[in-house]
């Protein structure tokens, strides 16, 4: 891998990390499901100069409901009852553990050991965090840690029905799947959020939540997974994939330089726990299908 896209790989961790502050923000200004449906109608605006991969209309809406619309609705109402941001950013990553566990489940694919010591480790270092939820400070709350797990188990499922899809642009099918969540979202906020919050929300918002809408839109999902899909058609999952472990490392450094965040050390411990754990799994993953690429060949 280049220096140059060796950086674009650290640029695009660092947005996705810092992207959790942009939700604290922009959730001051519009409630959870009424910014998550302007941050994928943002985004959809794109479809207008990237053209629409060859799939069925039923496939995009199966993908789009699992994979966006399930997940940042559960991501968004979980920041808003107790969940920070920080935090937030390292629990996301118990999707790899769990897209391994669901593969194997759902698509027959064998676990290696060290993914075995891998995901041990990181359901070690969410017990332990889950084991502070009862703290003095209560910035966690018990139904914001049950959204964040929603959340990672509706991307891992998401992960395996891409993986379904078979080899199509991301970047356009990214695009495309936009589409999906603004009606559902919409109609869910309508019923939970009401239609008084929703007017008056979109009224007089501020302008840092008209900003957060922007960034999530347009930076953090069609510029990042632009981003994303291209280091991956370059170089491949495998080689591609590390890289998102930075997103934790900059989400919690973010959330404690923009909103003073901190951690105690239990936390700390459970954090750096799901990290590693991660990590364990993610390389092992790797050289399993270099393995398996070097027996095609």
């Not at 070690?124 to 910035?139: K, M």
């Not at 080689?239 to 951690?263: D, Y």
């Not at 390389?283 to 398996?292: P, Q, V």
Request: glycine share 10%.
């Amino acid at each position: 891998m280049t220096p140059r896209h060796k950086l674009l790989g650290i640029l695009i961790a660092a947005v996705w990390g810092f992207n959790f502050v942009v939700i604290r923000l922009g959730l001051e200004s519009f409630p959870p499901l009424l910014l998550a449906a302007l941050r994928f109608s943002v985004a959809a605006t794109a479809i207008f100069i990237v053209p629409k991969p060859p799939l069925s209309w039923r496939w995009f809406i199966l993908v789009g409901m699992v994979w966006f619309t399930g997940q940042f609705a559960f991501l968004f109402v979980g920041m808003r009852v107790g969940m920070p941001a920080g935090l937030a950013s390292v629990l996301m990553q118990t999707q790899v553990v769990l897209t391994v566990l669901l593969a194997a489940g759902l698509l027959g694919e064998r676990i290696v050991p060290w993914q075995i010591v891998g995901i041990a480790v990181a359901i070690g270092g969410l017990g332990i965090i889950g084991s502070t939820v009862t703290d003095a400070t209560h910035d966690i709350t018990i139904t914001g840690l049950a959204c964040v797990a929603a959340r990672a188990t509706s991307w891992a499922l998401g992960n395996i029905l891409v993986r379904r899809s078979g080899k199509v642009d991301m970047l356009a099918f990214v695009t495309w799947l936009c589409l999906v969540p603004p009606l559902p979202l919409l109609a869910l906020s309508a019923f939970y959020e009401g239609h008084d919050v929703i007017q008056a929300s979109l009224r007089h918002p501020a302008w840092q939540g008209v900003g957060a809408v922007f960034f999530l839109g347009f930076v953090a999902t069609t510029a990042g997974f632009a981003g994303w899909g291209h280091l991956i058609k370059q170089y491949g999952a495998a080689a591609t994939a590390p890289f998102a472990l930075l997103v934790p490392v900059f989400g919690a450094f973010s959330a404690w330089f923009f909103l003073g965040e901190t951690f105690n050390v239990v936390r700390l411990a459970g954090m750096a726990l799901i990290v590693a754990g991660v990590a364990v799994v993610l390389l092992a993953s790797r050289r399993r299908s270099m393995s398996l690429a070097s027996q095609t060949n």
